[in-house]
């Protein structure tokens, strides 16, 4: 499996790939180098100001068979909160509703209620 090409057009959406040899620090440069096999010069920076350059490959590796240390930022989604209501004498799932105020009154008609809190997922 292919890892894929960086898109370098808005360099606020590449990142040091996290737990990674880069991890940690933050891309501040990128130049075309016109060597077909590395043909980027990534420029990364340390909490504490140090600055390191690197030649890499379009999908981010340091070395051909070495894991990315670069990746495109992944797109973060927030999912929405909600309970889902079970009915004990039917025995199965009745509905899902996405309002506090909605599963509080199906739960004083005997429903049991499961509440699922929103998170946050990388897509």
């Not at 096999?37 to 068979?65: F, K, M, S």
């Not at 909160?81 to 009915?87: D, F, G, K, M, P």
């Amino acid at each position: 499996m292919s890892n894929p090409k960086i898109d370098w057009s808005d360099l606020e959406q590449v990142e040091p790939v996290p737990g990674g040899e880069w991890g940690g620090r933050k891309v501040i440069a990128h130049y075309q180098t016109g060597n077909d096999e590395y043909p980027h010069l990534v420029v990364v920076q340390a909490a504490d100001g140090a600055c390191e350059a690197e030649t890499i490959t379009n999908d981010g590796r340091i070395w051909t068979d070495s894991p990315p240390v670069i990746r495109n930022k992944p797109n973060r989604v927030t999912l929405q909160e909600c309970w889902v209501l079970y009915s004990p004498a039917d025995g199965r799932y009745c509905r899902t509703v996405f309002s506090e105020k909605a599963a509080e009154f199906n739960a004083d008609k005997g429903f049991i209620v499961r509440h699922i809190p929103a998170e946050e997922r990388e897509v």
